[in-house]
T-cell receptor
């Protein structure tokens, strides 16, 4: 059965800390892995990863895919309270459907 | 225009009502999606339209009926829903299937 597993499920950190969120997958016909941030409403797109070992970066966020290990990490440096959200990892299966993990709930305290 | 819009934001309906959810995008995307998200759960795919044709129906009950009148618009017609259908209904679009999906703000549906 296809699955996407995220860890940890929840995380509480202090402002300024660096966090690493993990996503592992077992999905047939893998095409890409995507990260989304969800606050109170819709998920907002962060990164799409297709190639192994190439880091994508946007400000304090970065992500990398390891196709050999079937996993990806999302790093957030110098966390701020505005980073508090649910971070969703999703795998695109053969360009058809997104299979989502359960998400990691990140809480950043000031 | 770089966003996906959804109306209404909130909807409360009885089990005998008929209502519709609307989704619109003007980014020229050719794939559009409906997802259902229950509290504290990830989104679950319901339907995929590609070039205005239904390409995926994830075994969704017939009380949910999607419609894609044109490349910018996606509707979800609701009839005889159950209380367990209460959820956040998210619409998304992408350039094509396999490209990154952009989500609308969702419609919070409550079925009484």
């Amino acid at each position: 059965e296809d699955k996407v597993v995220q860890s940890p499920l929840s995380l509480v950190v202090h402002e300024g800390d660096t966090v690493t969120l993990n996503c592992s997958y077992e999905v047939t016909n893998f095409r890409s892995l995507l990260w989304y941030k969800q606050e109170k409403k819709a998920p907002t797109f962060l990164f799409m990863l297709t190639s192994s070992g190439i880091e994508k970066k946007s400000g304090r966020l970065s992500s990398i895919l390891d196709k050999k290990e079937l996993s990806s990490i999302l790093n957030i440096t110098a966390t701020q309270t505005g980073d508090s959200a649910i971070y969703l990892c999703a795998v695109d299966q053969a360009g058809t459907a997104l299979i989502f993990g359960k998400g990691t709930t990140l809480s950043v305290s000031s | 225009d770089t966003e996906v819009t959804q109306t209404p934001k909130h909807l409360v309906m009885g089990m005998t009502n008929k209502k519709s959810l609307k989704c619109e995008q003007h980014m020229g995307h050719r794939a559009m999606y409906w997802y259902k998200q229950k509290a504290k759960k990830p989104p679950e795919l319901m339907f995929v339209y590609s070039y205005e044709k239904l390409s995926i129906n994830e075994s969704v009950p017939s009380r949910f009926s999607p419609e894609c009148p044109n490349s910018s618009l996606l509707n979800l017609h609701l009839h005889a829903l159950q209380p367990e259908d209460s959820a956040l209904y998210l619409c998304a679009s992408s350039r094509g299937q396999g490209n990154e999906q952009f989500f609308g703000p969702g419609t919070r549906l409550t079925v009484l």
